[in-house]
């Protein structure tokens, strides 16, 4: 498995240095184009909504790590329980680097004195006692951007209708941020914060995600057992 492991890392750190790259772009063009001190532009549109480019990269991520890298690491002789195990390993290390990258991002605006005006509503998602959110969030995605890769191979009618789940999922986990943005985990958990016209959205789509990802690694075993070198 470490040896399958260490052929996908060589991809997954490419991706991750990209992906950091394109973060530190972000916050140097907040400083340069005055974002902190209530700028609107296309530098506050990319950090306000960084969490959902996060998201969407991810997928793409995940797509490649089930098609081309599997197509060639099993051409190179590693066993399928194996490579499914370094995917595992792979997915949680996009996660948490994501999830760090959000962290720091998230705390810009309070350590740097932003002005916030309301504008950060994703991004304090990830600035409270709902931690957990985005790295549920970010390992549905990635099944899904796995599950898509595998199944297009075979279909492109069936990969067609994962990534309209994977849009869906996207949206879903867009709205679960949002809601949980202004909230701890305690308010979560016993309820406390969901009445009036939310009920029990959040708690729903937690849920949702969840059987999701669960229904998704099962696929993934199955499909990657059953996958045919090209």
Known sequence: MLKSFRFLFQFAWINLAC?????????????????????????????GAFPLVTLFVLFI????LCTSNLNLGLSFGARRRDFFWAVQGVLVVY??????????LAALPQLGGWIEEGRW?????????????????????????????????????WGAVILSVSVIALLMG??????????????????????GMWGSLPAI??????????????????????FAVR
């Open 61 to 64: 991520f995940a797509f490649s």
């Open 205 to 226: 789509l937690t849920i949702g995600m969840l059987a999701t990802l669960a229904i998704g690694e099962v696929v993934i075993w199955r499909q990657i057992f059953r």
């Open 174 to 195: 867009s709205i679960l941020l949002a809601l949980m943005a202004d909230l701890d985990a305690w308010s979560f958990l016993m309820g406390s914060a969901w009445s």
């Open 95 to 104: 996660t948490g680097f994501c999830w760090a990258v959000q962290v720091l």
């Open 121 to 157: 509503t994703l991004i304090r998602a990830f600035y409270g006692g709902t931690l957990w959110v985005f790295p549920l969030v970010c390992l549905t995605i990635l099944v899904l951007g796995c599950l898509g890769g595998l199944v297009s191979a075979k279909s492109k009618v």
């Open 19 to 47: 992906l950091l790259g394109f973060a530190v772009l972000v916050v140097v063009g907040c400083y340069a184009t005055g974002v902190p001190g209530g700028a609107s532009n296309l530098f506050a549109t990319y950090y």
